[in-house]
Protein backbone atom coordinates (compact mmCIF):
# COMPACT_ATOMS: atom_id res chain seq x y z
CA UNK A 1 0.00 0.00 0.00
CA UNK A 2 1.51 3.43 -1.13
CA UNK A 3 2.13 5.58 2.32
CA UNK A 4 2.83 9.13 1.47
CA UNK A 5 3.96 11.61 4.31
CA UNK A 6 3.67 15.21 4.39
CA UNK A 7 5.84 17.86 5.62
CA UNK A 8 6.26 22.17 5.97
CA UNK A 9 3.34 23.01 7.74
CA UNK A 10 3.95 25.86 10.38
CA UNK A 11 2.72 28.79 11.79
CA UNK A 12 2.60 31.68 9.32
CA UNK A 13 1.17 35.45 9.44
CA UNK A 14 -1.53 36.63 7.32
CA UNK A 15 -0.12 37.09 3.66
CA UNK A 16 3.20 34.48 4.39
CA UNK A 17 4.02 31.53 2.35
CA UNK A 18 4.44 28.21 3.08
CA UNK A 19 5.78 25.38 1.21
CA UNK A 20 4.38 22.04 1.67
CA UNK A 21 6.19 18.46 0.25
CA UNK A 22 4.36 15.13 -0.04
CA UNK A 23 6.74 12.25 -0.15
CA UNK A 24 7.09 8.42 -0.50
CA UNK A 25 10.29 6.74 0.91
CA UNK A 26 9.21 3.14 -1.23
CA UNK A 27 7.24 4.07 -4.46
CA UNK A 28 7.52 6.25 -7.07
CA UNK A 29 5.05 8.94 -7.13
CA UNK A 30 5.60 9.56 -10.88
CA UNK A 31 2.89 7.04 -12.01
CA UNK A 32 -0.13 8.32 -9.69
CA UNK A 33 -1.94 11.26 -9.96
CA UNK A 34 -1.59 12.93 -6.65
CA UNK A 35 -4.06 15.38 -4.75
CA UNK A 36 -4.06 17.62 -1.81
CA UNK A 37 -6.94 17.96 0.19
CA UNK A 38 -7.45 19.76 3.84
CA UNK A 39 -9.56 19.64 6.73
CA UNK A 40 -10.62 22.49 9.23
CA UNK A 41 -11.09 22.05 12.70
CA UNK A 42 -15.12 21.36 12.70
CA UNK A 43 -15.21 21.35 8.87
CA UNK A 44 -15.37 18.41 5.85
CA UNK A 45 -11.81 17.40 4.66
CA UNK A 46 -12.28 19.68 1.06
CA UNK A 47 -10.16 19.43 -1.96
CA UNK A 48 -7.52 21.89 -2.88
CA UNK A 49 -5.56 21.09 -5.91
CA UNK A 50 -4.11 18.03 -8.11
CA UNK A 51 -1.97 17.40 -10.22
CA UNK A 52 -1.26 14.25 -13.34
CA UNK A 53 0.99 11.93 -13.16
CA UNK A 54 2.99 13.65 -16.24
CA UNK A 55 2.53 16.95 -14.42
CA UNK A 56 0.33 18.65 -17.33
CA UNK A 57 -2.98 18.46 -15.96
CA UNK A 58 -3.45 20.50 -12.62
CA UNK A 59 -6.82 21.93 -10.85
CA UNK A 60 -6.84 24.34 -8.09
CA UNK A 61 -10.01 24.15 -5.56
CA UNK A 62 -11.18 28.33 -6.26
CA UNK A 63 -10.27 29.55 -3.08
CA UNK A 64 -6.75 29.05 -3.44
CA UNK A 65 -6.93 29.92 -7.28
CA UNK A 66 -3.92 32.23 -7.76
CA UNK A 67 -2.35 31.85 -4.50
CA UNK A 68 -1.37 28.36 -4.40
CA UNK A 69 0.89 26.33 -6.82
CA UNK A 70 1.13 22.42 -7.36
CA UNK A 71 4.17 21.40 -8.93
CA UNK A 72 6.24 18.04 -8.84
CA UNK A 73 9.94 17.40 -8.14
CA UNK A 74 10.87 14.25 -9.62
CA UNK A 75 14.31 13.78 -8.56
CA UNK A 76 13.05 14.06 -4.54
CA UNK A 77 10.12 12.15 -5.74
CA UNK A 78 7.80 14.32 -4.72
CA UNK A 79 4.88 16.48 -4.95
CA UNK A 80 5.32 20.25 -3.64
CA UNK A 81 2.52 22.94 -2.82
CA UNK A 82 3.42 26.39 -3.01
CA UNK A 83 1.23 28.52 -0.93
CA UNK A 84 1.22 32.45 -0.94
CA UNK A 85 -0.68 35.09 0.05
CA UNK A 86 -2.01 32.51 3.41
CA UNK A 87 -5.08 33.80 4.54
CA UNK A 88 -6.57 32.90 8.32
CA UNK A 89 -9.18 30.76 6.53
CA UNK A 90 -6.25 28.42 5.07
CA UNK A 91 -5.60 26.90 8.56
CA UNK A 92 -6.22 23.34 8.27
CA UNK A 93 -4.31 19.95 8.52
CA UNK A 94 -3.36 19.23 4.81
CA UNK A 95 -3.43 15.88 3.62
CA UNK A 96 -1.58 14.35 0.37
CA UNK A 97 -2.89 11.13 -1.48
CA UNK A 98 -3.61 9.37 -4.54
CA UNK A 99 -6.57 10.87 -6.57
CA UNK A 100 -8.40 8.90 -9.62
CA UNK A 101 -7.81 11.55 -12.34
CA UNK A 102 -8.16 15.01 -13.03
CA UNK A 103 -10.82 16.51 -15.13
CA UNK A 104 -12.70 19.72 -15.32
CA UNK A 105 -14.27 18.75 -11.68
CA UNK A 106 -11.21 18.14 -10.14
CA UNK A 107 -10.08 14.80 -8.59
CA UNK A 108 -11.26 12.45 -6.28
CA UNK A 109 -9.02 10.27 -3.59
CA UNK A 110 -8.16 7.40 -4.02
CA UNK A 111 -5.82 6.02 -1.03
CA UNK A 112 -5.46 6.61 1.96
CA UNK A 113 -4.94 9.36 4.36
CA UNK A 114 -1.56 10.11 6.34
CA UNK A 115 -1.13 12.08 8.87
CA UNK A 116 -1.44 15.47 7.86
CA UNK A 117 0.69 18.33 8.36
CA UNK A 118 -0.71 21.35 10.09
CA UNK A 119 -0.42 24.92 9.01
CA UNK A 120 -1.65 27.73 10.74
CA UNK A 121 -2.40 31.26 9.49
CA UNK A 122 -2.15 33.31 12.59
CA UNK A 123 -1.27 36.85 13.31
Known amino acids: QLQLVESGGDLVQPGGSLRLSCVSTEHTLNVWHIGWFRQAPGKEREKVSCISRDGIKTHYADFVKGRFTISRDKDKNAVLLQMDNLKPEDTAVYYC????????????????WGKGTLVTVSS
Open 97 to 112: TTVFGIDSGGCRALGS
